[in-house]
């Protein structure tokens, strides 16, 4: 770039940029060939091209007439910039005081003046005037506020304190600045003002007053101690932190509030006595009342266990009748029999009924055993005893229990995912399993699958047997752990109605829960979660 483009491309940004009226005025034609937009807006111009497109093209000055403008742009070239206050008349007609600043230079020979309007000067004394009145307003607010104000620099030096502030701390006029704003705070346990200053300084916020958890008291010059409720504010000066403090003695409030609580406590004191009064005379009828709910309630749960001991007795009755009946029936049908097998060679014969009679038997133990075990549990006979348990040996001895339970082409498929030991009861969870596994293959067809996975993660045992049987209905499902119930699709099934209500009985002893979820014709799938220690709990 030329020295020539360069100082073109500075001209045209001083005078594109500038603020004020910047132009260039031609001596020798009498007008100006050059404006700013901002200069020709403060005459009144629309734009800069407006303004050169006037057939004067130049200054409307009221008090310096055409020999005084001449005088003055000669007197320029000869001694240098001129500057002079003047009036100039805006397009519209409007007056306004400028400072005028002229300058000479010469291009090609020819005079030309650089010509500076600004109105910084009027807009100084303004905006002087207005900061004296804020100055003045503050002063006034700040002499007179009915709290205290402290203004105190970052090191906690006080910078400034109103009439108020010394009014509150007993100090002399003036006595506050200088001080650091530690030594009005009383020394407390526990409380490090220093601190807290610190802190604040580091993150300063504005803090509203009631804040402060707990009481605030501050410290006079004589010593003495008054409550008071404290908020800050902050502001930045020449890059310091300044920390305005807001007291306000609250000590009239603390008294009031005493007296209040004094009073609230005399009435609570006259409240009491009469509701005591109130109290021994209505005592008797409250006893009487008393005394008729309570045997109302023992009508009422006596009345409920009839009711459920019927209930108890009638399924009792329907499944003895069914379960006793059968077993029986073929023990003394198989007995009949073997009654006419005399001779030796009928050996296979007699020992075909003889297991009959003994698996008829082995059903009437098993009934009888459930009916133990329920009055164990509710006598609170039935303890769960922890122990080390290696859980895939259990799973797998059970499985191999009722596999002479399956009927012709059932499988039980199962799935163990728990490498370490446990500590649990194994007898309990062995009654669990089986008689969860029997239930499955008991409901479910021939050709079916059982499947059973157990899975140990996070301290507790799940556990889940699902069947291809023959399902629960959504109504029966909500009565399955109540004692002898059985579901309405399943009565021609052998059983007690009690496998559930056991096991149920032994995960409370556990802390376990357990879960059913099932569907008609598709199969049931119960869920067990146990949980368990990895180590013994001595």
């Known amino acids: 770039m030329t020295t020539d483009s360069l100082a073109q491309a500075l001209a045209h940004t001083l005078l594109a940029q500038a603020t004020e009226f910047v132009g260039v005025y031609d001596g020798t034609r009498g007008w100006f060939t050059q404006v700013n937009p901002a200069g020709a807006q403060l005459l009144g111009y629309p734009s800069a091209p407006a303004l050169l497109a006037d057939p004067t093209r130049a200054l409307r000055t009221p008090l310096l007439s055409s020999a005084n403008w001449a005088a003055l742009l000669d007197q320029t070239r000869r001694q240098g910039p001129q500057v002079l206050e003047t009036d100039l008349t805006r397009l519209d007609g409007e007056t306004l005081r400028a400072r005028l600043e002229l300058t000479y230079f010469a291009a090609d020979g020819a005079p030309y003046y650089l010509v500076r309007l600004s109105q910084q000067q009027d807009r100084l004394q303004e905006a002087e005037r207005e900061l004296a009145q804020s100055v003045s307003r503050f002063e006034a607010i700040f002499a007179n506020a009915t709290i205290g104000i402290m203004v105190c620099n970052r090191a906690g030096t006080i910078v400034s304190a109103n009439q108020m502030a010394d009014q509150q701390f007993r100090y002399q006029a003036g006595e506050l600045v200088g001080l650091c704003i530690d030594a009005l705070v009383p020394t407390m346990p526990g409380r490090n003002h220093e601190q807290l200053r610190a802190s604040f300084n580091a993150r300063p916020s504005v803090r509203a007053m009631g804040g402060h958890r707990g009481e605030l008291e501050a410290l006079r010059k004589d010593g003495s101690v008054f409550p008071v409720e404290v908020s800050l504010s902050y502001f930045y000066l020449d890059e310091e932190l300044y920390v305005v403090s807001y007291v306000l003695d609250i000590t009239a409030k603390r008294n009031a509030d005493r007296a209040l609580l004094a009073e609230q406590q005399r009435v609570e004191r006259l409240n009491a006595d009469l509701e005591q009064k109130v109290a021994d005379r209505t005592h008797a009828l409250l006893n009487t009342l008393e005394q008729l709910e309570q045997r109302q309630d023992e009508l009422a749960k006596a009345l409920a266990a009839e009711q459920e001991l019927g209930e108890l007795k009638s399924r009792f009755v329907s499944m003895a009748s069914h379960e006793f009946r059968t077993p029986l029936t073929a023990v003394l049908t198989s007995a009949s029999l073997i009654e006419k097998y005399p001779a030796t060679e009928q050996q296979d014969k007699r020992v075909r009924h003889l297991d009959r009679i003994r698996q008829s038997v082995n059903h009437l133990n098993d009934i009888l055993e459930e009916f133990l075990s329920v009055g164990r549990i509710e006598e609170g006979k039935v303890l769960a005893r922890p122990a080390r348990l290696r859980l895939p040996a259990l799973v797998q001895d059970v499985v191999a229990d009722v596999q002479g339970m399956l009927k012709p082409g059932q499988t039980v498929v199962p799935a163990v995912n728990c490498p370490a030991d446990v ?77 559930l209500y056991i096991i149920a009985k032994y995960l409370e002893l556990m802390h376990g829960t357990i879960s059913l979820q099932s569907t008609l014709e598709v199969g049931t799938t119960v869920t067990i979660t146990i949980p368990y220690e990895n180590h013994s709990p001595d």
């Open 423 to 499: 500590w649990l009861d194994a007898s309990l969870l062995r009654k669990i399993l089986v008689n969860l596994l029997s239930n499955a293959i008991k409901y479910s067809g021939p050709d079916s699958v059982v499947s059973l996975r157990a899975q140990c993660q996070a301290g507790q045992l799940t556990l889940s047997v699902q069947d291809q049987g023959v399902g629960i209905s959504p109504e029966d499902q909500e009565h399955l752990f109540e004692r002898f119930f059985r579901a309405r699709n399943v009565t021609n099934v052998p059983g007690t109605g009690l496998g």
